[in-house]
């Protein structure tokens, strides 16, 4: 399966003796966006921390384009071409825009490459370019989430982890993260999606894993996720 | 560096033997306590060296009411807090006389303690007026008191026409106390105290204060603490340009003074004994010290050997082991020590004053060319 | 006029010290909030490393500045090293524990060198085998040595080198990143126990500057000089504002001149410049705990 980015298979983790995710197997194809879907507290989170070496993984084995990535440091995922945009942002806001997407290239060690790569993400985000000078603590919250893709993007990834980019932000907001999501794929990125907005991430993703209480107990095209009513009533909310 | 530790080592192996052995035979046992460690350690080390050699001696000669002496030593560290410690642990080991104490601060917290067990204290170096006046009447001190130094500075003073002084301490007993002496003195012979001054020990960083002494325009700076301290100072004084007059009281009067001062201190002058080389048999006695030992001997070694001596002889006059009886002896002392005479005042301080004003030059310190 | 100049330069040399010893407290609570009380002995060990260099080393390096230069790089070189190894040692097994512990810790650490430095010297003041002699100059009304000179420039050159790394480098960005958020620096590759190691030499060798520099400059050091200078860089750095580089630089300076001059009202002697010193400790922690320069503090002790 040459066109698998990553495959999880039968993955347990928790922190601290308590399991949290449970025999969880799930699998991203190259230029697809999947997305990870549940309630609060379902596990999503969980998920991507234990894919990106936050957590450890108690049981299983999670591959990046066919190379074992389970339970290597946190910080050698980057080289290896997965990158983790955190819930919340977490940008360095003490630093300045232009300071956090150095940070984000972090382990290119060129400087001119960093450079082109920055001029890149200017392209797509022309308002981080604007302000690039400014502590990033002075943007608002759609620009620090704009920010905060664009730190990702900084380390050139195969696989881009985005955890609840729409979080927190008005509609119009959300509407235009998501179109940045769309136009990512376009570029070739693949990219793992958790959100709990459902319905928004169903419509712009290609497949979806529902989590319940932290295991898979659904799976499917978006599209047809998106139509089954019991979803849409249990995990999706009315709208 | 490492030697020291090692001797250390060896010295604690040597007493806990001896106080084994002291358990058994019929032995006097008598407390020895000065700073073995800590920034004073090198006093300790040149006084137990002399006391040991009295023992050793009078042992060989049949010891004392005709049993042997042994030597309990203690470390105070030059600390009151353990030098209370080190009080309560020589009565409670059960000696009937104590000698050493160098430093005053941790003397008179420990005067009490063996004033109540009626313990005999002669006190080798330690000299501030504090213990004259807190002594219960069982300590006797064969160094000159602050008085008596005082009166030694401020001959040396006049001799130099000093005009204004700055006086600085560092805030215990004993530099507090000569420093509040010299003062009232040097006023009440004419002089104008200009500046005085208190530092806190372990305090590197003079350079405010030598700022405030030269701005003062002092003709003279007396140093009353100990050489550590001391030798900053002087550096510090030197440095910054000042030509004056630089006295250190004898708590300064060490060995390390020239090590750390180097050649600044050439010229300033230093309180204390007369130095063994200009004494009578000075020769003879760093001769037997360095072949006991293996060391050179201190400025206070020869009156640590002398203060052993009266302390022994005091026992044998009285007879017995009775802290009373001792005391009384003591009272009677007439004795020509190595360092000089030693008889006690009603006070039970020594009778006349064994300071004069040295010079230092060389890496030691020398009796002034008249 | 004179006396203020000269009060002034005093103030300036002391405070220079400060800020050597602050910047590696300061630098080590930003990326770890730890409150490294081991640092004030790491400055003692890294005079006492010095003076170990130009002992073995006088054969061929003298006393003079040639040896003194190379005992400040080789004791930065060795002490950093140490500040390493002890991080590697007593902290970083502690990463995910109470803070309480680590700040234990971080005391017993303290001891540990204070006490092994005690057995080694016996307690007693060693003298700097460095002679730089007295050579000074007067301008004005100021007098002021060489070797006075030598730590004020090397001071102002060593904070504009750290402050040009720390804004300009990715290594120094990526300590900041780490220092306001360590879980947000490893998705972005940053190797966190590597950059806490480089916070610990970096910190450290600044120290041993320091210490080696008190060498030279006072004539001597003692196993205990460590502890009061740990005391009053943690002062200086919490008054520039903790956690912050440039605070620290300002927190040294202004706690030098506040002592040199808190020691020069009239009618108020030298005994009462601790006072002074501890007394803005309590001023800033009760009424301006981020300092002169420190941004909101996020972190509780």
């Given at each position: 399966m040459p066109d698998t980015v990553l495959d999880v298979q039968n993955l347990s983790a928790g922190y601290g003796g308590i399991r949290v995710l449970h025999d969880i197997s799930l699998k991203v194809k190259k230029g697809r966006v999947v997305a990870v879907l549940g309630t609060n507290g379902a596990g999503k989170t969980s998920l991507l921390r234990a894919l990106s070496g936050l957590i450890a993984a108690e049981q299983g084995i999670i591959r990046l384009m066919q190379r074992e990535i389970t339970n290597i440091p946190a910080h050698k995922l980057p080289a290896a071409g997965m990158v983790h945009v955190p819930e919340g942002r977490h940008i360095f806001g003490t630093m300045t825009i232009r300071e956090n997407l150095e940070l984000g290239a972090?382990?290119?060690?060129?400087a001119r490459t960093r450079h082109e790569r920055i001029d890149k993400v200017f392209e797509i985000f022309p308002i981080l370019a604007e302000r690039q000078g400014q502590d990033a603590h002075y943007l608002s919250g759609g620009q620090q989430q704009m920010l905060a893709i664009g730190r990702g993007l900084m380390a050139a990834p195969t696989l881009l982890l985005l955890d609840e980019p729409s979080m927190g932000l008005a509609p119009i907001m959300v509407k235009e993260i998501m179109v940045i999501i769309d136009r990512l794929r376009e570029s070739g990125i693949t990219i793992l999606l958790v959100e709990q907005n459902s319905r928004v991430a169903l419509r712009h993703a290609d497949y979806g894993y529902l989590l319940e209480l932290g295991r898979i107990v659904r799976e499917g095209c978006a599209a047809e996720l998106a139509r089954d009513d019991s979803i849409v009533r249990t995990y999706l909310g009315e709208v | 560096m490492r030697s020291g530790t090692t001797k250390t080592l060896a010295l604690v192996a040597v007493f806990s033997s001896m106080a084994s052995f002291a358990a058994a035979a019929d032995t006097i046992k008598i407390g020895f306590v000065a700073p073995i460690t800590g920034a004073a350690a090198s006093f300790g080390k040149e006084t137990v060296g002399a006391v040991r050699m009295v023992v050793a001696k009078t042992n060989a000669g049949g010891g004392v009411l005709g049993e042997k002496i042994v030597l309990v030593e203690t470390d105070d560290a030059c600390d009151p807090t353990q030098g209370t410690a080190a009080a309560s642990k020589l009565v409670s080991s059960g000696v009937i006389a104590v000698v050493g104490g160098m430093c005053s601060g941790a003397v008179v917290p420990a005067l009490k303690i063996y004033g109540d067990a009626h313990v005999p204290f002669v006190i080798v170096a330690a000299n501030s007026t504090k213990i004259v006046a807190a002594n219960p009447g069982n300590a006797f001190l064969v160094n000159s008191t602050g008085d008596a130094q005082t009166l030694t500075a401020m001959t040396l003073f006049a001799q130099k026409g000093i005009k204004t002084l700055a006086v600085v301490d560092e805030g215990d007993a004993f530099s507090a106390d000569l420093s509040a002496i010299a003062q009232t003195q040097f006023k009440a012979s004419g002089g104008k105290v200009v500046d005085a001054e208190t530092t806190a020990k372990?305090?590197?960083?003079?350079s405010a204060l030598v700022t405030r002494i030269t701005a003062a325009k002092a003709d003279a700076v007396y140093w009353t603490a100990y050489q550590d301290g001391g030798a900053l100072l002087v550096k510090q004084l030197r440095r910054s340009g000042y030509q004056g007059l630089i006295a250190l009281s004898d708590g300064s009067n060490a060995p390390d003074l020239f090590t750390v001062v180097g050649s600044a201190v050439n010229g300033a002058y230093v309180f204390g004994p007369t130095p063994l080389k200009d004494l009578p048999r000075g020769a003879a006695f760093s001769a037997d010290f360095a072949a006991a030992t293996g060391d050179a001997p201190g400025n206070y070694s020869a009156l640590a050997y002398d203060a052993a001596e009266v302390l022994l002889d005091a026992i044998k006059a009285a007879g017995t082991t009775e802290g009373e009886a001792i005391v009384k002896a003591l009272k009677g002392t007439r004795y020509e020590g190595i360092a000089g005479p030693i008889a006690f005042t009603e006070k039970n301080t020594l009778v006349g004053s064994n300071f004069i004003a040295l010079v230092a030059h060389g890496g030691a310190l020398s009796v002034p060319q008249k | 006029m004179g006396f203020f100049l000269q009060q002034l330069m005093n103030g300036l040399i002391l405070g220079s010290f400060y800020a050597l010893i602050a910047l590696g407290y300061t630098m080590v609570f930003g990326v770890?909030?730890?409150?490294?009380?081991?640092h004030g002995d790491i400055y003692m060990v890294g005079g006492f490393v010095g003076l170990l260099i130009l002992k073995l080393g006088s054969s061929w390096l003298g006393s003079g500045w040639l040896g003194v230069v190379v005992a400040l790089f080789g004791s930065a070189a060795l002490v950093g090293a140490l500040g390493m190894l002890i991080e590697r040692v007593a902290y970083r097994p502690l990463?995910?524990?109470?803070r309480l512990s680590v700040l234990i810790t971080a005391l017993a650490a303290s001891m540990v060198l204070n006490s092994a430095v005690l057995a080694l010297t016996g307690g007693r003041p060693v003298a700097f085998p460095a002679d730089l002699g007295f050579v000074g100059y007067d301008l004005g009304p100021i007098h002021i040595s060489v070797i006075q000179m030598a730590l004020l420039v090397s001071t102002l050159i060593l904070m504009l080198v750290l402050e040009l790394f720390v804004s300009r480098t990715q290594y120094g960005r990526a300590m900041r990143a780490v220092s306001y958020d360590m879980v947000a620096s490893r998705l972005m590759g940053i190797d966190v126990s590597q950059i806490v190691s480089l916070t610990f030499f970096l910190g450290s060798a600044l120290a041993a500057i320091g210490g080696v520099f008190a060498g030279s400059y006072y004539g001597s050091l003692h196993f205990f000089m460590g502890f009061i200078m740990g005391l009053k860089a943690f002062t200086a750095a919490v008054i520039g504002g903790i956690g912050s580089i440039p605070g620290a630089m300002l927190g040294g300076l202004t706690l030098g001149l506040l002592e040199t001059f808190g020691s020069s009202i009239p009618f108020i002697g030298s005994e009462w410049r601790d006072v002074a010193v501890f007394g803005a400790l309590i001023f800033f922690l009760v009424l301006k705990p981020t300092g002169i320069l420190g941004k909101t503090m996020v972190e509780r002790i």
């Open positions: 972090f382990t290119v060690a060129d | 372990g305090e590197q960083d003079f | 770890l909030k730890l409150l490294n009380f081991a990463r995910q524990a109470p």
